[in-house]
């Protein structure tokens, strides 16, 4: 671009160098980010829009083993149990989960060896209905393919850098769409699917729709994960606007926490501590799990909740809850010798920001507003597949033979600086992602330093 020196307009063009330099800067950052992370946020809308029927998948594809006819009269907990642990030979019962209704089965998930295996039982016959492992339940394995645990800890963490750099891929986007003397492409779609235009238009409309949704199920999935979600946990907890900490000054604690007990655990209190049971010097039984189940029902537990049995002499019964009703959210420590409740913490204990947290994250899994919520994430999770495609059909249409296609670099690399500014602020808010945004940028201008990787680049 050249620059005019005409009297009156001398610094017109100057403005217009700046803007085409942020557009082309921004627009080179959109397309590196969404290169990185577009086949983990295809992978992370199937998975998650496939986990928000989770009950109806259990209700149809494994209502063998979910449903039961309804009988008389149930038996006692500690009889399901018993043939729940005969059956897997050597094992011992670790936690039980009681009938959600009259036609719902019991689940006895018991240990062996280092193993787990869910044991599902008629609660009126005792008859086993099915076992399997944990890490192979169905839903359990979506969720972990979702949150990439199925590929372990380390792997985990590309979730928060692919949360972050969705929050940023939809701002770039917002500042990209924006109207620019444009008709086209704002809320319509031009063309047809054989020009690069309708495939523009169809990522800048959809995207430009979705765009809150998408921000919002990106920040509330980022509270589960493995170090911002735990961080915000920690100082959430120690500012006292966490879990309720003072339920827990007139009990023994334990080193363990919800987590090392339950199967799932609400996010507040995922990392709140195991209280400790009062042996007394041995000479006090167990009240035994037909007792800790009639004292969490007397409480008013919800039915379908999960109780974990003590593993020694010092641990507790603790039955908990996660419902989508979020007003019976509950968690009961019993102490396993007296059978008194040592800490009792429901959902409306949580103060103001607990509960706005747990609220985001029910709407996340589609729990708040019955079907009509469900129906909103998955129209999201298919927007967000839609624009990944079309991001990708796009830019192949785009690209010159032979080359990648990158965005052209800015006429003014002093643009740069206000990009690193933006850069170290996101940073600090999301770590993980403000570190692969500037490895991006050092790769980026250390790439073209090299004439060949220009040309294979452009």
């Known amino acids: ?205 959809t995207g430009i729709v979705s765009a809150l949704l998408i921000v919002f199920l990106a920040f509330s999935g980022l509270l589960w994960s493995g170090y911002w979600g735990s961080t915000v946990n920690g100082k959430l907890t120690a500012a006292g606007l966490g879990y309720p900490v003072q339920l827990w000054d007139d009990v023994p604690t334990s080193t363990k926490v919800s987590t090392d007990v339950l199967s799932k655990a609400g996010w507040l209190v995922e990392n709140a501590p195991v209280p400790l049971s009062t042996t007394d010097g041995g000479s006090v039984p167990s009240i035994g799990i037909d007792r800790a189940v009639a004292i969490a029902d007397k409480a008013g537990m919800l039915p379908g909740y999960e109780l974990a049995i003590p593993g020694d002499e010092t641990g507790v019964y603790t039955a908990a809850i996660f419902p989508a009703d979020l007003s019976r959210e509950r968690t009961i420590h019993i102490d396993q010798y007296s059978g008194k409740p040592l800490v009792d913490i429901a959902f409306g204990q949580y103060p103001p920001l607990g509960k706005a947290i747990e609220w985001s994250i029910n709407v996340h899994k589609g729990q708040e507003w019955g079907l009509f919520n469900q129906l909103l994430m998955l129209t999201t999770c298919l927007a967000i597949v839609f624009v990944s495609l079309s991001a990708v059909v796009m830019w192949w249409k785009r690209r010159p033979a032979g080359r990648i296609g990158v965005p052209p670099m800015p006429p003014r690399r002093s643009i740069y600086a206000g990009l690193w500014l933006m850069a170290l602020l996101f940073g600090l808010a999301f770590p993980l992602t403000g570190i692969a945004i500037v490895v991006m940028i050092v790769l980026d201008q250390a790439l073209m330093l090299f004439a060949p990787m220009r040309r294979v680049l452009s």
């Open 1 to 205: 671009m050249t620059t005019a020196s005409l009297s009156g307009s001398a610094r017109l063009p100057d403005v217009a160098e700046r803007g085409i330099s942020l557009y082309r800067a921004i627009w080179r950052w959109h397309f590196f980010a969404g290169l990185l992370v577009i086949p983990f946020m295809i992978s992370l809308a199937v998975t998650g829009g496939l986990y928000l029927f989770n009950d109806e998948i259990d209700d149809t594809l494994f209502a063998y083993r979910n449903i039961v006819p309804v009988g008389e009269a149930p038996l006692q907990p500690s009889a399901i149990v018993a043939n729940a642990v005969e059956a897997v030979p050597g094992s011992a019962a670790v936690a039980y989960r009681t009938p959600g209704g009259t036609d719902r089965s019991a689940r006895v998930t018991v240990g062996v060896g280092a193993g787990r295996m869910m044991v599902y039982v008629d609660p009126y016959t005792a008859d086993i209905l099915d076992m399997v492992a944990p890490s192979e339940e169905f839903n359990r394995v979506v969720e972990d393919l979702h949150s990439l645990d199925f590929f372990g800890k380390r792997v985990e963490t590309i979730i928060e850098i692919v949360a972050g750099f969705a929050i940023l891929l939809v701002f770039t986007g917002i500042y990209l769409w924006w109207p620019r003397q444009q008709t086209g492409g704002v809320i319509t779609v031009r063309g047809t699917p054989a020009r690069r235009v309708f495939w523009r238009d169809l990522h800048a409309v």
